[in-house]
């Protein structure tokens, strides 16, 4: 049995055009831009923030699921990996203002969307630290 391309287990699954080297996620057999074949290509899931923004409302729902506690504002964004594809994923920080572009970051599979965090403690070496 195979583990589906979208499940967690799976890690995060890309392609790669075998015409001109671009890489896709999610997964797709088909290039969007060339049309050539694309490969399967497990991607590693280390990369850097390339932007980012804030959700301060409830998304709709169905599909949301309003957790218990209820919803509380949390950050989205684009991370480059260094596959050369952007991935957008939950950053799951501790602090919003702790967010920065640049940041490196390790996005996994989740359910639904995928997750990235922080490779360092959030706050740590940010741009807005004075230095001794």
Same mark, same amino acid.
């Given at each position: ?39 399967? *290509?497990?991607?590693?899931?280390? +990369?850097?923030?390339? #932007?980012? =923004?804030?959700?301060?409302?409830? %998304?709709?729902?169905? !599909? ?31 602090? *919003?203002?702790?967010?920065?572009? +640049?940041?490196?970051? #390790?996005? =996994?599979?989740?359910?639904?969307? %995928?997750?990235?965090? !922080? ?14």
């Amino acid at each position: 049995m195979t583990t589906p391309p979208r499940s967690p287990a799976a890690g995060l699954q890309g392609a790669r055009c075998s015409g001109c080297s671009v890489a896709l996620y999610p997964a797709d057999v088909t290039c969007p831009r060339c049309g050539g074949a694309a490969q399967p *290509l497990a991607l590693h899931g280390e +990369g850097t923030l390339w #932007t980012w =923004t804030v959700q301060r409302y409830a %998304p709709k729902s169905p !599909p949301y699921q309003e957790p218990p506690g209820g919803f509380r504002p949390f950050a989205l964004g684009y991370v480059e990996l260094v596959d050369g594809v952007r991935v957008a994923a939950v950053l799951d920080v501790d602090d *919003l203002d702790d967010v920065r572009i +640049g940041m490196p970051l #390790t996005v =996994t599979a989740g359910d639904g969307v %995928p997750r990235a965090r !922080p490779n360092a403690p959030t706050g740590a070496n940010s741009p807005r630290e004075e230095g001794p």
